[in-house]
């Protein structure tokens, strides 16, 4: 089945958000991108903030399913699937990695009323969840220690697209390993 024209903008702003930025990318960018006329734009989305929000929103749901799903294939332990967090960003980011989609977003619409940036930050507050959730069943209740290991997945992704290497993955997950040992053995 062909995509929609909605698809085909927001694959076309995706592309162009990850390349060139949010602010930066223009309508009429998009628009040439996606090979539709303007109209078809209002057709489906009001603004272009509407646009950054559903791209945003479709992103959030086929990243996260994609993190969720290989970071609990690392093994039942939630040790090892907080570590297969790490293992999985290394292998869904590649060589044309610029950077996570979310920061970028909250850097470029820092206003805490705005759709956009509210979102961004719900998406890092259900990767927390995530670290949350396998840190108390390993009965490790501790928010420095979520605090810590959410700074390393931050730091990560912007240190790996500034390297443009999955290698601050790996010393990430070593790590965080180490943190978490730390703990567990207190």
């Known amino acids: 089945m062909p995509k929609s024209k909605r698809e085909d903008l927001m694959d076309a702003a995706l592309e162009l958000f990850n390349r060139r930025g949010f602010k930066a990318t ?11 006329a303007k109209m078809t734009l209002y057709k489906h989305f009001q603004t272009k903030e ?3 929000l559903a791209v945003l929103r479709r992103q959030d749901e086929v990243f996260r399913n994609q993190l969720f799903t290989m970071a609990k294939k690392n093994g ?11 293992l999985s960003l290394r292998k869904l980011i590649d060589k044309k990695f610029n950077g996570c989609l979310f ?7 820092k206003d805490d009323n705005q759709a956009i940036h509210r ?27 979520v605090s810590k290991i959410m700074i390393l997945y931050n730091g990560s992704l912007a240190e790996s697209q500034m390297s443009t290497c999955a290698e601050p993955l790996s ?14 053995d207190k």
């Open 50 to 52: 509407d646009l950054v």
């Open 171 to 184: 010393l990430t997950m070593e790590i965080v390993k180490q943190l978490i040992e730390t703990e567990v």
């Open 26 to 36: 223009g309508i009429e960018s998009i628009l040439k991108e996606a090979g539709v």
């Open 76 to 86: 039942d332990n939630p040790k090892d699937q907080i570590i297969g967090l790490f």
């Open 103 to 109: 920061q970028k977003a909250s850097m470029e619409y």
């Open 119 to 145: 979102f961004s930050r719900e998406h890092k507050m259900l990767i927390k969840e995530f670290v949350e959730e396998r840190l108390r069943e390993l009965d490790l209740v501790d928010e420095k220690l």
